[in-house]
């Protein structure tokens, strides 16, 4: 497989990658922040964004995703790299208790543990993952993602029936 670094210096990339996303997406936001372009999507709309980055702007790499709980929804956010310095950082938010969103596996390959682990920390589900299965946490008779404001630490009826 071949690699081909994007060309260009960092203000022309961001500037090109901002343009890039505009120019074929309805954003609900965008600007270049810093070494970074800040791109806002709906969710719906991030597997499409998300290719574009791979696919026509040569963003190569995909080097985590981040969930934040805000209490009725997720702000996920993906974090790209071209590594030469430029930075994307591509967040979307989703609603619901019990959320999806589409998965990014088959864009980013590196997605895969990404999702698996905020599937298991916040029990944001990928629709379309792989191999979508608890990361850290027990597989089996643990009901609980840790990292939701609502889990209680209460270490008798969280791991009750583990031991």
């Not at 997406?25 to 600007?31: M, N, P, Q, T, Y």
């Not at 969710?43 to 209490?71: C, M, N, Y």
């Not at 997720?74 to 938010?93: H, P, S, W």
């Not at 208790?97 to 999702?115: F, K, M, Q, R, S």
């Amino acid at each position: 497989m071949a690699f081909t670094m994007p060309e260009g210096t960092l203000e022309d990339r961001l500037k090109r990658y901002l343009d890039g996303f505009g120019s074929r997406h309805g954003l609900l936001e965008s600007e270049i922040v810093g070494d970074a372009v800040r791109v806002v999507a709906a969710p719906g709309d991030v597997p499409a964004v998300l290719a574009t980055a791979k696919e026509v702007l040569g963003i190569p790499h995909l080097s985590f995703i981040t969930v934040v709980d805000r209490v009725g929804s997720f702000e996920i956010t993906y974090a790209l790299i071209d590594f030469r310095g430029a930075r994307v950082n591509l967040k979307t938010t989703v609603e619901g208790d019990e959320p999806v969103i589409g998965t990014a596996t088959a864009i980013y390959p590196t997605a895969n543990w990404h999702e698996r682990e905020a599937y298991d920390m916040f029990g944001v589900a990928f629709a379309g993952h792989p191999d979508l299965r608890r990361l850290y946490m027990w597989q089996d008779h643990f009901d609980h993602h840790p990292l939701l404001k609502s889990f209680e630490i209460s270490t008798r009826r969280t791991f009750e029936g583990l031991r």
